[in-house]
DNA sequence: TTGACATGCCTAAAAGCTTTAGGTATAAAT
DNA sequence: ATTTATACCTAAAGCTTTTAGGCATGTCAA
């Protein structure tokens, strides 16, 4: 394998799971396997996020009181349905902040004219 | 210190210094330290990123073939220009499509209304 | 002239997040 | 009966940024 064909990891990825698990939570109370599909569904298929990332993002949302969690047995199966607390609100309020500045930061930087 | 006050550093920014680096070196010439401040400028005080995380960025880059370095001494100090190849802009032109494609994924799932 | 600060380069360890790559179990479909 | 989809979980690997230094020169004020 050549060296220019090295895995490039840098993905705009950082902190996006978090951002729209909390998003999606703020709508309607869901599941983690739903939460895994319905994030690719409404970003369009643009992203998609394994589940080895999801539940244990889960896990400290909820630990952190951002979440919190409903057992329900559907069709055998158990489901663990994950809804947002008040802190939940105010972290995503926090995180779409977040999203915003470094988003409009890059922007500004990609569309910037240096003063000759 | 409460739990709640734990670090959380999904920040965004991953991929973000090397999107830059590229981008302003694709406009012209510039030293390590002169990027450092300049990303920070550029993005209107919004970005600022650690010099350990922009000169190993610019070794790696420099070794992919990306862009090239030429020395410079100025006032008894030495600088390192850098400036973009021609494989730097192909690959700036990738990075600029995939954060576009990450960010419209986000804005999407950030606006999505489920179909009831 | 000495002390502080900015310039200019560098690196290693720590911290953080996502991917990869599994494992377990039940229901549905072929 | 076997495969596929559902539904949960975890640990190790892989990448990237932060933190926290180190080294050396020039400038400016005290």
């Not at 630990?63 to 057992?71: A, M, N, P, V």
Request: glycine share 8%.
């Amino acid at each position: 394998m050549a060296k220019s064909d090295k895995k490039r990891g840098a993905s705009f990825l950082n902190g996006v799971p978090n951002l729209l698990i909390l998003k999606l939570l703020s709508r309607r109370e869901m599941y983690g396997y739903e939460l895994v599909r319905s994030i690719q569904q409404a970003s369009g298929e643009a992203l998609v996020f394994a589940e080895g990332c999801i539940y244990p993002l889960l896990h400290v949302l909820e630990e952190e009181g951002c979440i919190s969690s409903r057992e329900q047995a559907i069709n055998g199966r158990t489901r663990l349905y994950y809804l947002l607390t008040g802190k939940g609100e105010q972290r995503l309020a926090e995180m779409e902040r977040e999203w915003d500045r470094v988003r409009q930061g890059v922007v500004q930087a990609l569309n910037w004219e240096p003063v000759s």
